[in-house]
């Protein structure tokens, strides 16, 4: 990899996520060469995809170049790679690009969709955890209204235009309230010759309420929020199997969508190496103790989404979103500086300061550890919260200009077609890309 030999530790870290960047800039300063391995070049902030899924903001909006965030730190290094194995016993990791070793290694691979072994729903649905993915949904859509305008068949053309999002999680809520918008908005002035009213936004959960992680009053009014925009609802149901045309569900509801969207799960990014049963936990999260070292491994650590550190406040781990994995990433920088200079680590806890989510325009649901509210001023403190973790200065200008003109001229105008996407199995899928 042509990583100079240096006197400092080495310390390597997979993945470029919210953890892994908050631990290369707090060891920036201080006396470790970091090498930081990551299969994109760039940070995605993954809060905002369903706006670029739906139009709202263009992807060089919420992603930013991995070099540029660490530009100038001494002793740094960037390498491109797909890790492809990790080797604790010679302290090497493999990857496409050859092989380097660590003194310290932490694994920051962050979470992909969990599709729960289904085989249909994994093959024809579509997700939304990455850029590439966002950009595919974004197509499919527009595609799919492209395509109702030709069809004679009114039993096609309903399907066309009808949306099954499954998962009432902050993903799928806000997905449905920004799909909502674009079908009072948007649509009968881009398709006037098309009874664009008949299209539907389903929005399906398995439990009694959305938003289960927050709040029954949060719970409460982002349904409300949502059917006010005109989204049907359905709780206590579960999706079962999906074709590419028909949603089946565990009742005798069915659905004719052309488009699923999974929103339903997520579960670890694994790693060739720290698969052992004695490394993994639910999810394929690997259990670390309250220092961040994966168990039974004193060199090896593991933050964020993929990493599982059981207390008794949160016996299941840490909730997987951008908050704990920043706020683990600062604590093991800290730890690890400690560590080299044979010093004694200091356990983590963990700061919980609320959770948000976005229903539409004028309308979000915001849980802090004191206060809770609904609505107008609820939606400005989501926008100035993912304004402020943006990173970038350029990334918050464009999305707060975008997000005012949206406002507006209630438009979204990047609902453009610049890759086209067809929808097919995804094994076949997979099979081009590598092609």
């Known amino acids: 990899m042509n990583i100079p030999q240096s006197s400092y530790p080495r310390v390597v870290i997979i993945g470029g996520g919210f953890g892994g960047i908050a631990l290369a800039k707090k060891l920036s300063q201080k006396e ?3 090498v930081l391995l990551d299969k994109h070049n760039y940070h995605n902030f993954q809060p905002l995809l369903y706006q670029v899924s739906t139009g709202g903001l263009e992807p060089d909006s919420i992603a930013y170049p991995i070099r540029k965030v660490l530009q100038g730190y001494p002793n740094f290094f960037f390498r491109l790679a797909q ?10 990791i493999k990857t496409n690009i050859g092989e380097i070793f660590y003194d310290y290694l932490v694994v920051a691979t962050g979470s992909e969709t969990n599709f729960f072994g289904n085989k249909g729903i994994q093959s024809m649905g579509m997700a939304m955890k990455t850029i590439p993915q966002s950009l595919n949904l974004r197509s499919l859509i527009l ?3 492209e395509q109702a305008l030709l069809t004679d068949d009114l039993h096609e053309r309903d399907a066309l235009m009808n ?3 499954v998962g009432g999680g902050p993903t ?3 997905l449905a309230g920004a799909l909502a918008e674009i079908k009072k908005g948007i649509l009968p002035k881009d398709y006037p010759d098309l009874d664009t009213r008949r299209a539907q936004i389903n929005l399906v959960q398995g439990s009694d309420r959305l938003l289960p992680a927050m709040s029954e009053v949060a719970s409460r009014k982002a349904e409300k929020f949502l059917e006010e925009l005109g989204v049907n609802v359905w709780k206590n149901i579960r999706v079962t199997d999906y074709d590419g045309k028909k949603v089946s ?3 005798k509801t069915i659905f004719e969508a052309e488009t699923l969207v999974w929103a339903a799960g997520v579960q670890a990014v694994g790693l060739k190496g720290l698969d ?6 639910r999810g394929n999260r690997l259990r670390v103790n309250e220092f961040h070292q994966i168990v039974g491994l004193e060199d090896v650590f593991a933050i964020g989404d993929v990493a599982q550190m059981e207390t008794e406040e949160f016996p299941h781990g840490h909730p997987m979103m951008a908050q704990p994995a920043i706020q683990q990433g600062r604590n093991l920088g800290d730890n690890l500086v400690r560590a080299i200079e044979g010093k004694p680590m200091k356990p983590f806890v963990y700061k919980d300061k609320g959770s948000m989510a976005t229903v539409g325009r004028n309308k979000a ?5 004191k206060f809770k509210f609904q609505g107008v001023f609820a939606w400005f403190v989501w926008m100035f919260v993912h304004l402020y973790f943006l990173i970038g200065f350029r990334n918050r200008v464009v999305v707060f200009i975008n997000w005012v003109y949206n406002y507006i001229r209630f438009d979204r105008e990047a609902r453009l077609i610049i890759r086209p996407f067809k929808k097919q199995n995804r094994v076949e899928r997979d099979t081009l890309m590598q092609d």
């Not at 649901?365 to 550890?369: A, F, T």
């Open 32 to 34: 470790a060469q970091v």
């Open 83 to 92: 890790v492809q194995e990790v080797k604790t016993d010679t302290k090497r």
């Open 143 to 145: 595609e799919n209204f």
């Open 163 to 165: 949306f099954v999002i």
């Open 172 to 174: 799928g809520v806000e």
């Open 249 to 251: 569900t565990n009742t």
């Open 276 to 281: 052992a049963e004695t490394f993994l936990c």
């Open 365 to 369: 649901v915001v849980d802090l550890p």
